[in-house]
């Protein structure tokens, strides 16, 4: 899967851009603030959609106009593809549109067209950081590799909204607990598919992480567990409504699993030094960029 040709249009600070790859390895040099991180930030969103970075599409669109272009030239099985992914400022809100070889498709529709292992400088905090950092490294993972995934993470995305809302509404006494019942069991539905591709995820990663970090941390021994609901989530989302109630929030279901990380058979987390929690990021990088490829 190559780049070969990448378009900027008043994306962050590039008013135009427009840069041919060379077969092999392409290197980015220059001082600080000149847009290495942005131009690599639009090759993530042909992968992923969306930036993995900005926290408003509004901050994507460049000083020059009220609209920003992205467009690729991207290779995949010997197939050519061009990629587009356009933002347009309408009031408070932002527009996007994304093409595949002129044809419109939706967001959850873009990711597997053309596939990507990124490595923020954040990413050094995956073991030491909390459960989303986690989640997040797997949820880009599986966009890319899963057909399917970035639908059911949508999906599910939207069954917490409503069903959280409606927490709050049968508190207030503004609705009946029964109507928590078609929530419910959509969130163990859509939920029990995202479960699955996550702990299928980690079965895959976790030998070849562990044969990375062997390597390069001198015969360490890495391994990683994924720490998703109960079994039964059905009885589980059932049993936790009076707690859900009182928080306002749904306590059971992917959006609380985590990935354990462990350095000779302890939670790295809490006991793994800097150095070796930045090494077992770069071993799950490794064991990522494997998947990614295949």
């Given amino acids: 899967m190559l780049l070969r040709r990448l378009l900027l249009r008043n994306h962050r ?16 040099l220059g001082a600080n603030g000149q847009g290495k991180t942005n131009l690599l930030e639009s090759v993530a969103m042909l992968a992923l959609s969306a930036s993995p970075r900005a926290r408003r599409e509004v901050e994507l669109v460049g000083p020059v106009a009220a609209a920003s272009r992205i467009e690729a030239e991207v290779e995949s099985s010997g197939r050519r593809m061009e990629l587009v992914i356009a933002l347009n400022v309408e009031g408070e809100r932002v527009r996007r549109t994304i093409e595949v070889d002129g044809a419109r498709r939706r967001a959850v529709d873009l990711p597997g067209h053309f596939r990507v292992t990124l490595f923020w400088p954040d990413d050094l905090g995956l073991v030491k950081a909390g459960p989303d950092q986690r989640r997040r490294f797997l949820n880009q993972l599986l966009v890319q590799v899963q057909p399917g995934y970035a639908r059911a993470l949508s999906g599910l995305r939207r069954i917490l909204e409503q069903r959280n809302s409606l927490l709050k509404r049968i508190a207030a006494g503004e609705a009946a607990a029964d109507e928590l019942d078609v929530w419910n069991a959509e969130l163990v539905r859509v939920g029990t598919e995202v479960v699955d591709a996550r702990a299928s995820a980690v079965n895959e990663l976790a030998p070849e992480a562990a044969r990375c970090h062997a390597e390069i941390g001198s015969g360490e021994r890495l391994e990683i567990q994924y720490l998703g609901p109960p079994e039964d989530m059905a009885a589980a989302v059932h049993n936790s409504l009076a707690e859900d109630l009182r928080r306002g929030s749904t306590s059971i279901g992917p959006h609380r699993d985590d990935l354990r990380v462990l350095l000779g058979g302890q939670d790295a987390r809490g006991y793994g030094s800097q150095g070796q929690q930045r ?4 071993s799950l990088k490794l064991a990522e960029a494997d998947l990614v490829a295949r």
Avoid: C, K, Q, R
């Fill in 13 to 28: 600070n590039y008013a135009h851009l427009d840069i041919s790859m060379e077969p092999g390895v392409n290197v980015f």
């Fill in 279 to 282: 090494t077992a990021v770069v």
